[in-house]
């Protein structure tokens, strides 16, 4: 078991960053793939970002690709996600989630996931 908590939102103007973190329980932190999905009221949640459990690989939404980067450090069991040039259309509540074990990863669905964390709301001002 994972417990994943999301820190780092709030509200911002248009054109501004933030760093979204992911801070997981647990001494295997390194063994988990790890991905960001958001979600906008009255919308279905998407894939935003994902990365391997190496930080090898990283997967990326075309919406967010070169705007957003994700990344993380193991030996903080955390992952973050900076957010740049945020647009008001980037407002959602963001959702960090964990697949552990081995097998096949889908990093783009949220199926791929089997934990999730309560999520941090992004409000992006325009």
């Known amino acids: 078991q994972v417990q994943l908590v999301e820190s780092g939102g709030g509200l911002v103007q248009a054109g501004g960053s933030l760093r979204l973190s992911c801070a997981a329980s647990g001494r295997t932190f390194s063994s988990y793939s790890m991905g960001w999905f958001r979600q906008a009221p009255g919308k279905e949640r998407e894939f935003v970002a994902a990365?391997?459990?190496?930080?090898?690989?990283?997967f990326y939404s075309d919406s967010v690709k070169g705007q957003f980067t994700i990344s993380r450090d193991n030996a903080k069991n955390t992952v973050y996600l900076q957010m740049n040039s945020l647009k008001p259309e980037d407002t959602a509540v963001y959702y960090c989630?964990?697949?552990?074990?081995?097998?096949?990863?889908?990093?783009?669905?949220?199926?791929?996931?089997?934990?999730w964390g309560q999520g941090t709301q992004v409000t992006v001002a325009s």
């Open positions: 990365i391997a459990r190496s930080g090898g690989r990283t």
């Open positions: 989630a964990a697949k552990s074990g081995d097998g096949l990863w889908y990093p783009t669905s949220t199926n791929g996931y089997n934990y």
